[in-house]
């Protein structure tokens, strides 16, 4: 069938809006009318490449839409069903069985190669193949094709446009703190970072009963906004060591800390703001080879924790639709970190997202 895509051409490039074909889905998968789809910070990433994927490429990955038409075995959703994307994963590896799908070891393959698992590509610009399957969708575009393993069907009483977000870097920060760190009432944490991720985990953070929440930003802005949705204190990382300034406002550092800027200095910053038996959760992507230098003693001899999370260690299905009902009651509002922008302006959309001028820009189709 015939798509309008947003394609990937170029490193730090505009993508270029374009008419392509899209096949109809095959056995396993789902024909999605895309409403919205929010740009997260890896969609900017890869068109970059700082990870290779292969280009011409229609990247997005937070998409919500409808069942448009579905292939042979999908078994959660059927046509006229309300939807967001999420990350794919492969439902048979030792992970998948484990109910840990985030850690799928082909997470890499379903998500990043661009590409059906067999290798095929579902989209053309007339005789070229362009690359799709992106995160199991390439949601920019006005119809995508995700899978039976990463579809979320979600209730027709909320707003599907705003909902894309959820699909990523929302329950990124808030699974985090919800799902993987699991911070209880009357604890403390730190949040390094409040962008979208960040300032999701701070609202999570409010939910789930914590008492102390710090968030660590260089932008004013950003810190007032981070007040607003449930930081308790906020510390500018421009004023001097953040690490220190937490420990003085705390008097003995927090339980908790994630780190969502992907610095590896920050990374550092965000151990030594732990007190004892603390954990640091690293949700930010450092470039591929980074490493980062930890005091030993410190990190040993306090029991303290230094751990990866990815995609907020969710189960989608359970999650997303939690969040969903979070906001509907008043408790989540994730809104205030959203923009729409008409599919026409993607290109300002993701600069916009660049620059920092928006939170989290969502393109409307
Ligand atoms: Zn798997
Ligand atoms: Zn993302």
Redesign the pocket.
């Known amino acids: 069938m015939n798509v309008r895509a947003a394609v990937a051409r170029a490193v730090h490039a505009p993508l270029s809006l374009e008419a392509l074909e899209l096949d109809e889905p095959r056995a396993g998968e789902i024909l999605v009318r895309v409403v919205a789809t929010g740009v997260?910070h890896?969609d900017i990433a890869m068109r970059d490449q700082t990870f290779p994927v292969p280009q011409p490429v229609v990247l997005g990955?937070?998409g919500a839409g409808v069942v448009e038409r579905v292939g042979a075995g999908v078994r959660r959703v059927v046509p006229g069903d309300h939807v967001v994307m999420t990350y794919d994963s492969c439902g048979t590896c030792a992970s998948c069985a484990d109910n840990l799908p985030t850690y799928c070891y082909d997470f890499f393959g379903r998500n990043f190669a661009a590409a059906r698992p067999d290798g095929s590509t579902s989209l053309r610009a007339g005789g070229e193949a362009v690359h799709g399957n992106f995160f199991g969708q390439s949601s920019f575009a006005t119809y995508a094709l995700c899978t039976d393993r990463n579809v979320v069907k979600v209730s027709k009483a909320l707003p599907l446009e705003l909902l894309g977000p959820l699909a990523?870097?929302v329950q990124t920060g808030a699974g985090a703190v919800m799902n993987a760190l699991r911070v209880g009432v009357g604890r403390s944490i730190a949040v390094f970072g409040t962008g979208s991720v960040g300032l999701s985990a701070i609202m999570a953070a409010r939910v789930v009963g914590a008492t102390t929440i710090v968030g660590v930003d260089v932008s004013a802005e950003r810190l007032a906004l981070a007040r607003e949705l449930g930081a308790t204190h906020t510390v500018n990382a421009g004023d001097g060591d953040p690490a220190a300034a937490i420990v003085a406002l705390t008097g003995v550092g927090v339980d908790f800390a994630l780190e969502a800027t992907g610095i590896p200095s920050v990374i550092r910053q965000a151990v030594d703001s732990l007190a004892q038996h603390g954990t640091c959760g690293i949700v930010g992507a450092a470039p591929v080879g980074s490493t980062v230098t930890l005091d030993v003693l410190h990190l040993m001899t306090g029991g303290r924790t230094l751990r990866g999370i990815v995609e907020g260690e969710s189960t989608p299905s359970l999650f997303i639709p939690a969040l969903a009902e979070l906001y509907v009651q008043g408790r989540f509002p994730f809104d205030k970190l959203v923009t729409f922008y008409p599919f026409e302006r993607i290109s300002e959309a993701i600069h916009d997202s660049e620059t920092g001028a928006v939170v989290k820009a969502v393109v409307r189709m």
Do not use: A, K, Y
Request: with cysteine; hydrophobic share 0%.
């Open positions: 997260c890896t990955h937070e990523c870097g």
